[in-house]
């Protein structure tokens, strides 16, 4: 594997699935794979799961690790051609992205959208760049469209928890143990929810594209929703073949899994409104995800990729619940990431 972006970068689903779970039987299987070989993690935002998931990942594989914080310590780069470099902008990432790549095997690089321009965003501008010019297997660890280690955590979880009859009491936070009776093929909802600031596509794009996969790609199957205000449609380059219900609580009624998660306007009713948030998100409120959806539901776990704002996108109850699967789901990136990474050190 060269570069890991889509779904499709992963090939067979249940063959990714089962060497998942292989690896998680033994994280160490494959310590010896990555002797003298170095992954360097270039993140131009924040991050938490991201960057200790991905070094947990490249560490399990014996790989050395190198993380760079751009906007800390290193030169401000300059990431447009043609321009005259007289600003505080002091390297061209022209010339920083082929230096990185003589210093390791694998680039792993996170960029957020930058919401100047959707063109520039949708053709992954800087991405693109690191896979043109590092002479390196690059992964994508969250870039303006998507975020892939994610996805495939989120598909683990599922697979994991889709057959589960019993719900155990929440470790951190208690409640009562239920019984839920399990559908044969899974309803999974992606549930916009309302947020103060303009969130990139990145996690919804992913999501959509890998369990659009699954619905046919892994054994048994899944039926996936897609439910939000109207004007927040996803790109058809990723959600191509979901269903899309308006009505947040038609769309609940029945699932097994909610996926809960804000994103910005993506521009493809009306491309002027590109990463925007439409209108006061205070008019919103009733789209948080609460007890009262989630009382439609087939005992529905919860999940969300985190960091997420209480309150705003889920209440306390519901991320309290015995149902709340996102701390697993943190859990199952370092997974995500093993296997990742292990599959781009045997085609090195
Ligand atoms: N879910 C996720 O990617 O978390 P971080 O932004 O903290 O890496």
Known sequence: MKVFQHVSDIGNLQQALAEAMEIKADRYKYQSLGKNKTAMLIFFNNSLRTRLSTQ???????????????????????????????SDKSEHLLEAIPVMGCYCDLIGVRSFARFESRKDDYEEQILNQFIKYSGRPVFFMESATVHPLQAFADLITIEEYKNRTKVEPNPLFGGEAITRVPNKRPK????????????????????????????????GGLDFVITHPEGYELDPQFVAGAKVEYDQMKAFEGADFIYAKNWSCPGVTRPADYGKVLGDYHDFSEWTVGARQMAVTNNAYFMHCLPVRRNMIVTDDVIEAPTSIVIPEAANREISATVVLKRMLQSL
């Open 56 to 86: 947990k990942a490249a560490m399990n594989l014996g790989m050395n690790v190198i993380v760079l914080d751009v906007n800390q310590g290193a030169w401000k780069l300059e990431t447009e051609r043609g321009v005259i470099m007289e």
């Open 188 to 219: 999974v909802v992606l549930s916009w929810a309302p947020h103060p600031k303009a969130l990139p596509q990145a996690v919804p794009n992913s999501f959509a594209e890998w369990m659009i996969a699954a619905q046919t790609g892994i054994e």
